[in-house]
């Protein structure tokens, strides 16, 4: 888990991110606030697409969606975890790891572009 000194400095980087990163960002937000500890890269385009479109947003292809997690892998704010799924096969998950994920997503409603989805339920959910 992070410290407050994490906290602070994802305080200062979320308002100056890329919006379509924000979007990512908050769909993965909305996929593990649903009872999940991971999810994976799919889910997370799926909800990226399913905000995009419901604000007017032409969709990123999948690997800018791609660059934006690993982005956000490399600045700490998720990580990636491999899972072995049976023999010889491996998946991988993303995961949050944040001090607060309530915090954060307060941050990302500051942008007023994403106000009208604060309450949507991710594709995989509804």
């Given at each position: 888990m992070f410290d407050t000194i994490d906290a602070d400095r994802f305080e200062k980087l979320v308002p100056g991110m890329a919006f379509h990163k924000k979007i990512v960002l908050l769909g993965i937000l909305k996929l593990l606030n649903h009872n999940k500890k991971?999810?994976?890269?799919?889910?997370?385009?799926?909800?990226?697409?399913?905000?995009?479109?419901?604000?007017?947003?032409?969709?990123?292809?999948?690997?800018?969606?791609?660059?934006?997690?690993a982005e956000l892998i490399m600045i700490g704010m998720i990580k990636e975890v491999t899972l072995r799924k049976g023999k010889g096969a491996s998946g991988r998950e993303i995961e949050l790891d944040i001090p607060s994920k309530e915090k954060l997503e307060e941050l990302l409603y500051q942008d007023y572009r994403l106000e009208d989805v604060r309450n949507v339920k991710p594709a995989p959910f509804m």
């Open positions: 991971t999810t994976t890269a799919t889910e997370i385009k799926d909800t990226y697409t399913q905000i995009s479109k419901m604000i007017g947003e032409n969709c990123r292809a999948k690997t800018t969606v791609a660059n934006s997690i």
